[in-house]
Every structure is written in structure tokens, then in C-alpha cells.
């Protein structure tokens, strides 16, 4: 049983790009959420798709977006990349939006 | 303040030793509470899941929760080297409001 799997591992962009981050959830599961931590921090909730709607959002500006697809895998976007944006973004999933959530590897971006 | 408080360390222990690690938070409407492992460069890993208030134990950890003072612990019973991680607490209010909130974390070291 595959658990939760993110592509790409790493990625480099310069300022003013965009980027889209990949994830597959774990199998049977239909929610999917998305995070980012920065170095010695703990994750930060960026936003949680369920049903290929957005549900939940927290507090990161609209250059961040988002899309799940039918078969619940989702992306996220970043547009105008700034230097802060330089972080591990991790995707979890779970089933019907519980807590219970796993999560995937994470990607590792670079904004230089 | 931040909602979930989390001492950074570094802790560092002999092998053999119990750890306790700990979070306070602020928002008494948390009724969700987890426990994350994180090594270095990887995803959060899953420890335990609580709801209630009390202990639960699994294997060599046990999670506390006490939400009348606001208080969670993890505690680690015959550390080993392989316990050497970062130790993220994470809660959330309810299945329709499943955002988990995280603390910096701990990070641990357990030394031969």
C-alpha cells in the first residue's frame, strides 16, 4: 500500500515564477491538505481540498492555489515566488477530512 | 502568542532514559491531539492520536493529555539512538475543521 507520495523531491526557481507541486494521497483516502515549514519551524497549514473544492484555507496570501482531481490526487501552485517562500512543502492525506492525517515526503523548493 | 507552545530544545538524553516532551496551547476548543516524528529531510511520521483527556500508550510511548490546564505530553520510555528526531505536536478542533495546528517542535538526541 503506497502511502502518501510528493513529486518533485526538490526544486530550484528563481523569484518571480511559478511552481506546481504535486501529490498522490494514500490509498482510500479523499482529502488532502497542504503545508509548509520552514527550517526549525513546524508545518503551517496552507489549505485542505475535499470533494475537489477548496474547504479550508489558512493564512497564505492568493498566490497560493490549488486543485484536487477526480481521483483525489491534488497540486499546488505558487505564482510570483519570493525568496520566503524557500521551504518544505508537505501534503498529508486522510479520509473524510479527519485529523488523522499521514503525510508524504515533502518537496523541498529553493527560491533564489 | 502562539496558539501551540512547544520548547525547541535541542534535549539530549543518554540511551535508556524516559523523555518527556510537552506542548501547551491556548485554544481550549482543541479537542484533537497527535504527535508527530519527524527525521531530518523527511515527512512527519505518526505516533499517536488521542481525543480525550489521559493516557494512552502504545508500545514504548505514551501521550497525555490534560485539557482542563491545556497540556500535552509525549512520553518515551527506553530511548534509543534511533529516536533521535524532532518531535512535532499537533492538534485540531473537529472533522469539519481538520487544520492541524503544530508546534516548532522538539528536537531530540539520545546519545550512546
Redesign the interface.
Known sequence: DAGVTQSPTHLIKTRGQQVTLRCSPKSGHDTVSWYQQALGQGPQFIFQYYEEEERQRGNFPDRFSGHQFPNYSSELNVNALLLGDSALYLCASSLGGTGHAFFGQGTRLTVV | QKE?E?D?GPLSVPEGAIVSLNCTYSNSAFQ?F?W?RQYS??????LM?TYSSGNKEDGRFTAQVDKSSKYISLFIRDSQPSDSATY?C?M?LS???????????TRLQVTL
Open positions: 501551540v512547544q525547541p484533537y497527535m508527530y529531510r523527511k515527512g512527519p511520521e505518526l492520536y512535532l499537533a485540531f472533522s469539519t475543521a481538520s487544520k492541524l495546528t503544530f508546534g516548532t517542535g
